[in-house]
């Protein structure tokens, strides 16, 4: 039986918009297929992983409280995410994740909240507390051999820049800034985006991509993935790109 | 001199509304509100109360806990004005204020009992006296319309810095319990608890927000949960978690309904533990002004959508609102308490009131036992549809119809017992679609 292994970040600390979601997702749509994933939880206090021995790290977005209390335990860490970013493990990363994964968090009174330094961009909260990019999201995703048009969810204060190579062309909604073209950052082992909650769940072909990528990785072999029954999610996106698109 | 000239004219607007409604058949809501306030911002300043006012706030519970509250004042033969119908905003009070002040602007009763939206507590007692006031519990609820929890915590946590009157708090709830330390002056604070229940856990099964201690960050320590954060809790640093307390709830046997307090036997129509929580707040208020709940809590029925119980062609329904992945949860877990077999109808709407982000349905625990079939509706009826099948649950018994009415036609054509969940904007339609099954 073919197997992957999941890191999940902070499960305690970055839950708030039910992202945990994405990883049940993965994990029944690789059950339906015969594969096991294997979910490893690391929060404050917990042994220090191993990032480089996973197929798939996963974190979420949190309230900032949280947020603040645990970007200087994650920072302990940085050389070996280093490590694991270029030993091309899988990482996605939601919303708060995405934003410590860059240079620094610029906060309203203009204090830095140094990030991990993996990727360049750096992102600057918005001055106006109340003002934040919030609503349905749609992006155009080219993820190498597929294109999919990916729905979600976006609700953000900040706004972050300096963005080489985005997740996707925003057909509607706000993205990395209020009124942007691009959101999120994308490279073939890296989805950092806003998207916020259950990105997988309505994007089904993102959910297999992750899967594909991870199991030729580990098994260094093409594994066509089997089609499973997505009418409710066929349905879903349906109804919503009518909506949004129109 | 102009307030008063106001609620002269509101009270005529009222009147002409009143009419106007019966005929139109419809609900004026908090329309009255909405005008006098344009025209006088401060008008609940000119309102003169000279009775108590209670007031409840919460996450979940509000409307019940209310309308508990004013039926156990009005059993003890008090006369009340309450916003019964959940109008919780300051349009809501001002419209349920004006509509029962006498035309120089005086309440005229025992007690005035309101509901009060979270963030909206702050702003209305600032300008009307309050001389209790009843916290039950802190949810995520609606992020994208109401944002983070601490925020609203943080909001009703400064008001209460410089407020005196009463204080009914929930202990089991680490972020409602902090609040009886906002203002170390305030001796009128009390604490109600539920001892542990029948169906309480050692962990926590559903999303909560009562991880880390308010006063010094550390991890709390659970000695059990009730039902989402809700439990006995205590801080291994500062040991935060230990309030000398009002009133204690015991024995709680939600299959006979019934539980204790200071030995005195309560007898409840609910069977369901947060209807619990909700009572025991209602015994706090009799006792803080000495009169008797028992008799109240023995007749008190829940409506309109809060575990109603209803016979659909011989069908026993019980229909729920959940705005929230707490609400949903605690629904499923009555649902789970019911050993009978039975099917599930779960309505979810994006509209504005309801907030558009149906993130939170992935909060939900969806751990169902005895379901037989589950029919999802509502406008985000297929992202319901995608969470329960992804929960496990066998995807040849899940059936989603966005419309409300092919859903209800479906549900009826088997004679399972059912249970229904809604949210906001939900509910009514669905309520309405099920009573027109009926007849």
Partial sequence: MKELKLLYLYPDMLELYGDYGNIQVLKYRMK???????????????KAPDFTSYDIVFAGGGADNEQSILSTDLIKYRDNIKEAVKEKV?????????????????????????GLEVFDYYTVAQPDRKKRCIGNIVLDVNLGDTETKVIGFENHGGQTFDIDSPFGKVLYGNGNKFGDSEEGFFKENIIATYLHGPLLSKNPVLADYIISYCLERKYNEKIGLEKLDDTFEEKCREQLLKELLK | MYNLLVIIFAKILNVFANILCKILHKDNGNMLGKIVKKLSPDILKSIKIDCPVIAVTATNGKTTTNNAIRYMLEKNGKKIV????????????????????????????????????ESYVPIIFKKI?????????????????????????????????????????????????RLGRANENNKNVYYFSVDRYKYAKDYQTEAGEGKFCPFDKTKLEYEY?????????????????????????????LENKTFKESDKNYE????????????????????????????????????????????????????????????????????????????????????????????????????????????????????????????????????????????????????????????????????????????
């Fill in chain 2, 82 to 117: 309450s916003n019964k119908e959940g109008n919780n905003m300051e349009t809501g009070i001002i419209t349920t204020l004006i509509k029962n002040c006498t035309l120089t602007g005086k309440i005229k009763a025992d007690f005035v009992t309101f509901e009060v939206d």
């Fill in chain 2, 129 to 177: 006296p309050l001389n209790t006031l009843v916290v039950l519990n802190f949810f995520r609820d609606q992020l994208d319309r109401n944002g983070e929890v601490e925020s609203l915590i943080l909001k009703i946590n400064e008001f209460l810095k410089t407020y005196e009157g009463n204080l009914i708090l929930n202990n089991d709830d680490p972020n409602v319990a």
């Fill in chain 1, 32 to 46: 339906k297929r015969g594969i096991n994933l294997i979910v490893d939880r690391y929060t404050i206090g917990d």
């Fill in chain 2, 225 to 253: 949960y009730q039902y989402s954060h809700i439990g006995k809790y205590k801080c291994p640093k500062c040991g935060y978690g230990k309030e000398i307390l009002f009133t204690e709830i015991k024995d709680i046997d």
């Fill in chain 1, 90 to 114: 899988f990482f996605l990363l939601i919303c708060g994740s995405y934003q410590l994964f860059g240079k620094y968090y610029k906060g309203v009174e203009g204090n830095i909240i140094p």
């Fill in chain 2, 268 to 439: 409840t129509l609910a069977n369901n533990i947060y209807s619990v929580y909700n009572y025991a707040a209602v015994i706090s208020v009799a006792k803080l002004y000495g009169l008797d709940a028992i008799e109240a809590l023995k007749t008190f029925k829940l409506d309109n959508g809060r575990a109603e119980d209803v016979k659909v062609k011989d069908c026993e329904t019980i229909i729920n609102l959940a705005k929230n992945p707490t609400g949903a949860n605690v629904s499923l877990r009555t649902l789970n308490e019911d050993k009978d077999e039975k099917e599930l109808l779960f309505v979810l709407n994006d509209n504005s009131a309801d907030g558009h982000d149906v993130s939170w349905i992935w909060d939900i625990n969806f751990d169902v036992k005895n379901v037989t079939r589950i029919i999802t509706s509502g406008t985000r009826a297929y992202d319901m549809a995608i969470r329960i099948k992804t929960s496990g649950f066998d995807i040849d018994k899940i059936e989603a119809y966005l419309d409300l009415k092919e859903a209800v036609n479906s549900l009826y054509k088997t004679k399972t017992k059912k249970y229904v969940i809604a949210n906001y904007t939900a509910l009514q339609p669905i309520r309405r679609e099920i009573f027109n099954e009926r007849t």
